[in-house]
């Protein structure tokens, strides 16, 4: 799984966070999302494609 996020698309709306906090957080100035793991492990999937679901923005792409 390869994981991309669009930071000029992103709304700060955090839900990326609490879906999958291991592979996103947040910048402190401006709550864009940060990318932490662009290649997480398989363990991680369904939490990261929960992310991508729950962005408001659709600022995540998921390549398998």
Do not use: N, Y
Request: hydrophobic share 45%; with cysteine.
């Amino acid at each position: 799984m390869k994981v991309t996020v669009d930071q000029d698309r992103c709304v700060a709306s955090g839900q990326c966070v609490v879906a999958a906090a291991e592979v996103f957080d947040q910048r402190d100035e401006d709550g864009v999302v940060v990318l932490l793991d662009p290649d997480p492990p398989a363990e991680q999937a369904a939490d990261v494609r929960h992310a991508a679901t729950v962005c408001p923005a659709l600022a995540i792409q998921i390549e398998d």
